[in-house]
Structure formats: structure tokens, C-alpha cells
């Protein structure tokens, strides 16, 4: 039994149940560090390279889940699990990085703001929306907004409208309704 596959069954014996924990393939492995779903967590992915544990193996934010960290913040995990993994060299990680995220969560991610929101604030991606309700000009906070009917029509006509349904929403299914009611008898 090799080294790697040593420390695969270790990581599998450990973290056996464990809802965080992933094996995405043979060489790599996820863990969810933080509470799912909170703007203080993130999903660690560690791959084994070729000749790991001799060398650092890749380290990586890059999930779908991670898109609410700032760039800021997903440099300095991966800078300083770059760091911790260096102490490591020639023995397995896997683990200690994995729970050197865990212990240090607070500490990672002392520069990524408390709500989702202010996040995206902070990247400049802000709902442009509000400040448009904001300015509406008589000051009244979501004052519904009038429109004339030539601005409704025109609003309509280029597909914009808000409750916008597609188009036969509310067609009769043809075949159903000709399947209820059978096929018309002759009078012969």
C-alpha cells in the first residue's frame, strides 16, 4: 500500500459521516470549512499533484460556493495554507490543512464582511435597483412608480413588462382537452 492510498483510507476513516467532507477523485479532496451557507465560510479544495507529499499540493478556492469571498480574503487562506503546508513537506497534509482551516476560520476571514450583501457591496456589484427607487424625487422610499398607457404599451410591446409571461401561458392544451372530450360522432 502506497503512501497516497495510506493517507486516502486515514481521511476516509476520519472524516467517515462527515457532511463537510468530500473525495472528489482519487488525488482530490473538498471540505467545507464554516457553516454552509454563511458569508464566514468557504469550500477548501486540496489536489494531490504528481510527486505530493515531496512538494505542496494545490491548494484552491475555485468553487461556485466561494463566489461571495473577496479576492482579498481567498489570497490570504490560500497564501497562509500555503505556509502551513510548507511545514509539512514529506509528510501527509491533507488533514492538518483541512483542520488548520477549521481552527483558524475566524482569523481567515477577518477581512470578509458579515452579511452577503455588504460583500457584493464592497466588489461593486450592488443592485443599481434600489438607487434608482431612491431617486425617484418626491423622497417617499417605494413609492410605486406611474406610467402613462402609451409608456405601459410601449413598455409591453418590447417585452420589458414586469410580470412578463411567456407566450401561451394560458393556452388550452389542445390534445388534452380533445382527448377529455372525444372525437365529434357522425350523424350518418
Known sequence: MSALDEERDVLHSIYDGDSCYKQLSELSFQYMIGPENAPKSFLLIIEWIDDYPENLPKISLDSFYNR???AEVRATIIQRLSEEAANFVGLPMTYSLFEFAKERLDELLK??????VSAAASRGEADHADDDSAQAG?????????LTKAQKR???NRGEAKDDK???WNWIDVVKHLSQSGPKADDA
Open 68 to 70: 461571495h469571498l473577496l
Open 166 to 168: 411567456p407566450r401561451g
Open 138 to 146: 418626491d423622497g417617499r422610499k417605494g413609492a410605486k412608480e406611474h
Open 154 to 156: 410601449r413598455m409591453w
Open 111 to 116: 477581512d470578509q464582511p458579515e452579511s452577503l
